[in-house]
T-cell receptor, first 112, second 112 residues
Framework: DTGVSQDPRHKITKRGQNVTFRCDPI?????LYWYRQTLGQGPEFLTY????????KSRLLSDRFSAERPKGSFSTLEIQRTEQGDSAMYLC??????????FGPGTRLTVT | EDQVTQSPEALRLQEGESSSLNCSYT??????LFWYRQDPGKGPEFLFT???AGEEKEKERLKATLTKKESFLHITAPKPEDSATYLC?????????????FGKGITLSVRP
């Protein structure tokens, strides 16, 4: 069990550019979550997959955000036309048969 | 809407000085309450899940308890390595297998 991994760990981009992050969950976990965390705040839910199906999206999620989980394995989160307000830590978590969610190390995005 | 409030925002302790962190919550129905530890620049690390009032869980110097309105994380004789941000989160019964709602966290500093 190697845990949840995320790539890249850090990303600096210019406003208006598109970025894509990858998450590899714990291998036997069928549920995958994306959260966003800003300084001094707890993680905020973005979206949730069960296997390859995206079952829930936050109402706060802009249309510039899209997530996929092809074949129910790894997941990608894409942000189009980035804005400075998108600067945050993007966290991925996975869960198996129990309710506990296990988090990856996160991708820190800085939009300049 | 689910709400989680953690207090105090920050806590500074002397090594060996025991204390408690508070998590108050409002949910339509509690599926589970979760405690995580987060070190700077890293993803949250799972500590405990509590499912029903009266339940207690222990791990080393940490003990988590749950009532119908709040949870406490008791830290006994803390050491400097216990310094971190402690996050509380709830899973609503209406959202089983779905999102966690987090509090803002409590930043604990333990001085040698």
């Amino acid at each position: 069990d190697t845990g949840v991994s995320q790539d890249p760990r850090h990303k600096i981009t210019k406003r208006g550019q598109n970025v894509t992050f990858r998450c590899d969950p714990i291998s036997e976990h069928n549920r995958l979550y994306w959260y966003r965390q800003t300084l001094g705040q707890g993680p905020e839910f973005l979206t949730y997959f069960q296997n390859e199906a995206q079952l829930e999206k936050s109402r706060l999620l802009s249309d510039r955000f899209s997530a996929e989980r092809p074949k129910g394995s790894f997941s990608t989160l894409e942000i189009q036309r980035t804005e400075q307000g998108d600067s945050a830590m993007y966290l991925c978590a996975s869960a198996g048969i129990s309710y506990e969610q296990y988090f990856g190390p996160g991708t820190r995005l800085t939009v300049t | 809407e689910d709400q989680v409030t953690q207090s105090p925002e920050a806590l500074r302790l002397q090594e060996g000085e025991s204390s408690s962190l508070n998590c108050s919550y409002t949910v339509s129905g509690l599926r589970g309450l979760f405690w995580y530890r987060q070190d700077p620049g890293k993803g949250p690390e799972f500590l405990f899940t509590l499912y029903s009032a009266g339940e207690e869980k222990e791990k080393e110097r940490l003990k988590a308890t749950l009532t119908k309105k709040e949870s406490f994380l008791h830290i006994t004789a803390p050491k400097p390595e216990d310094s971190a941000t402690y996050l509380c989160a709830v899973l609503d019964v209406a959202g089983a297998n779905s999102k966690l709602t987090f509090g803002k966290g409590i930043t604990l500093s333990v001085r040698p």
